[in-house]
């Protein structure tokens, strides 16, 4: 083994290969990727960057997650992904859509950097999606206990 054949390298080789195959102009529109696309999953590591989820853990999270203006585009929000973008499962992109954290200005966010627009959001997501699971949890038990209370009553009440 050369010294410089380290394992380090050998991944950033393996970045470039999957750069070059995805992005590669050869590919049909709806196959390749955009230079933004692989660079936000590269730079997340493949985790939502709201909740942690592995992006990578089953084909159906990969293909349902998505790319988040951190900053909504109907505040101001850029395009640009170093600054403004984020990696989020369909999960957490789903019940943040516009919304901002309530404790941060669009003008605050805007002097921001990519890893505190982050911190400031994060907080939110996660709450609504606590606030969202415990709704789903009672509708669950109540549907299924209607359901029983419907049979032990013969139908009744
Ligand atoms: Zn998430």
Known sequence: MAMNDTPADNYKDMEKKLRNRWMSPKLPENVRWTKEAI????????????????????????????????????????????????????????????????????????SMELPDRIAAVRPMVLELRRKQRLIEIYANFREVLELRRAQSNGGGR
């Open 39 to 110: 660079e936000i999953m590269l730079r997340a590591n493949g985790y939502c960057e709201y909740c942690g989820a592995d992006i990578v853990g089953s084909p159906e999270v990969f293909w349902s997650c998505q790319y988040d203006h951190v900053l909504p585009k109907d505040h101001g929000g850029e395009e640009d992904y170093g600054l403004n973008k984020v990696l989020a499962c369909a999960k957490c992109n789903s019940i943040k859509r516009k919304r901002l954290p309530p404790d941060v200005t669009k003008d605050e966010m805007k």
